[in-house]
């Protein structure tokens, strides 16, 4: 029932505003807001009005001028795949390699779960320290999936609406050790925590501009950015009784951080930042790590980078693995990079360099998988060594 309810209630090549087919230019052409909510030309048109002024994402409320919308890739690298005949989905996915996930280091797809009309557009996945769960925040009605380890889907919650505890825009997710969700909100720029069974146990709207990436520390602390302030957060809190202890600045004049990891070990935290564009170019990323006493230990921008490898880098998702080593995803080469230790950094090592879309988010469960979330085909791939 409720698959086939979320199938029919959308469909990923169509406007979610006006319901007409994408196409790959003119008015149907699909346009990225800001805020990551897609819409087509027309429609952005027809929000900004006569003056061109400023639009609200018809999703998420957000606010944005017509001059900050984007092309959304993954859609147009589909439409391409699809080609005039409009094909079936499914082998337009299978044709762009979903299949061949090959990689140097022995990794090998073991499993691939979601897909359009269980996961919309997905943005963020963590695993559960204890329970090899894993949990993914999307755009549907229910914004938290919940996965067991074999990958069938054990719970949706986190409801789309305005009760104080719903999910307006999920932007990132963590689970901490003893097994609370952890959702920031860019819709009413907010922190919330859920205990496994789905019920609100905490919302944290203290002070934030736009709470984006977390992740939890082998204490059950969480680790947050706000990409609008550019800092980044340690937050303390009871979940079981749902009382935040306390929620303090570690860390100032960062430039929009996004993503950000902490080290399980050592307790390093590495951050994406996103530099603003010079020029026509669309910008560029900026990996950084700080040891757990807020002191900078490495950093890494896309333009260092391309003096150790050839093309482009964006970093999308970041991850350490269990040996401290820090990976990215990087959108440009479709791949999952290793920059190696905080010490050795950075070396460069392509981890899966096939089948991947758009990848934006990633993380290791308890027994060294390595979770990629693909939003290119809504999809959750699951890595793990032969």
């Not at 693909?374 to 791939?381: A, I, L, N, Q, T």
Request: glycine share 12%.
């Amino acid at each position: 029932g409720m698959a086939a309810e979320d199938e029919a209630e959308l469909s990923l090549l169509e406007c979610r505003v006006c319901f007409e087919p994408y196409g790959p230019d003119g008015q149907r052409r699909p346009l990225n807001l800001p805020c990551g909510h897609v819409l087509c030309r027309g429609c952005v048109g027809a929000l900004a009005g006569a003056e061109r002024q400023r639009l609200e994402c018809p999703f998420c409320r957000r606010l944005c001028g017509p001059a900050e919308t984007s092309d959304c890739r993954p859609l147009l690298q589909l439409l391409e795949l699809l080609g005039p005949a409009g094909g079936g989905l499914a082998s337009a996915l299978g044709r762009s390699g979903g299949g061949a996930a090959a990689a140097p280091a022995g990794l090998g797809l073991r499993l691939c779960l979601g897909g359009w009309g269980s996961l919309v557009n997905p943005t963020g996945v963590a695993a559960c320290p204890g329970s090899g769960r894993l949990a993914v925040a999307h755009d549907g009605k229910k914004r938290i999936h919940v996965f067991g380890p074999s990958g069938f889907c054990l719970r949706r919650f986190g409801e789309r609406g305005d009760a104080s505890n719903d999910i307006k825009y999920p932007l990132d997710v963590t689970v901490t050790s003893d097994g609370h969700v952890v959702v920031t909100d860019g819709g009413d720029c907010s922190v919330k925590a859920f205990d496994f069974e789905g019920r609100g146990v905490l919302a944290v709207r203290e002070g934030f501009s736009l709470p984006w990436g977390l992740d939890a520390t082998a204490k059950s602390e969480v680790i947050l950015t706000d990409s609008e302030a550019g800092a980044l957060y340690r937050l303390a809190a009871d979940f079981q009784r749902g009382e935040l202890k306390k929620c303090q600045m570690i860390r100032s004049r960062l430039v929009s951080p996004r993503a950000v990891a902490v080290c399980q070990t050592s307790g390093a935290v590495v951050v994406i930042e996103h530099l603003k564009a010079r020029g026509p170019s669309k910008g560029s990323t900026r990996v950084t790590i700080f040891s757990a006493e807020m002191d900078l230990i490495g950093q890494m921008d896309s333009f260092g980078l391309n003096l150790v490898f050839p093309s482009r880098i964006y970093a999308t998702a970041v991850a350490f693995d269990k040996e401290g080593r820090v990976m990215v995803t990087d959108v440009c080469s479709q791949a999952v990079i290793c920059l190696g230790k905080p010490e050795e950094f950075p070396i460069f090592n392509p981890l899966i360099s096939h089948g991947l879309s758009y990848p934006v988010g990633l993380t290791y469960t308890a027994n060294n998988s390595l979770v990629v979330l693909d939003s290119g085909d809504h999809s959750v791939k699951v890595y793990s060594s032969a």
